[in-house]
């Protein structure tokens, strides 16, 4: 059974850190691209950053490459987000997914972050911003 299973949300201050984990089972972790994605209140889903399936490549969304970091450790089928100065804006439902990675190989690791391609996903942790 695939499972994608994020964690580490929470409520937080502006300004703080958050790490979220993203643990996989249930497939083959190291043909896959990771993706974070977040959903506020109200708005539509968006693209957040990916990894790619050796983790040595990682694509971010523009608004938010400078505080967003997104690392995996393939020993332990887990990728990780981490998320500095935080803004109330950032409040949202974080999810992760999987995409094959033959698909980000084609095309380019940008459509990483295209929900529609996605073969998998978790549910999400929710990360609450307060001012």
């Known amino acids: 059974e695939v499972q994608l299973q994020a964690s580490g949300g929470g409520l937080v201050q502006a300004g703080g850190s958050l790490r979220l984990s993203c643990a996989a089972s249930?497939?083959?972790?190291?043909?896959?691209?990771i993706g974070w994605f977040r959903q506020a209140p109200g708005k539509e889903r968006e693209g957040v950053a990916c990894i790619n399936n050796r983790g040595e490549t990682t694509y971010y969304a523009d608004s938010l490459k400078d505080r967003f970091t997104v690392s995996s450790d393939n020993a332990k089928n887990t990728v990780y987000l981490e998320i500095d100065s935080l803004k109330p804006e950032d409040t949202a439902e974080y999810l992760c997914?999987?995409?094959?990675?033959?698909?980000?190989?084609?095309?380019?690791?940008?459509?990483?972050?295209?929900?529609?391609?996605?073969?998998?996903w978790g549910q999400g942790t929710q990360v609450t911003v307060s001012s």
């Open positions: 997914a999987a995409l094959r990675g033959t698909v980000a190989t084609r095309y380019g690791l940008f459509i990483g972050l295209l929900q529609n391609l996605y073969d998998y």
């Open positions: 249930g497939f083959n972790f190291d043909d896959y691209v």
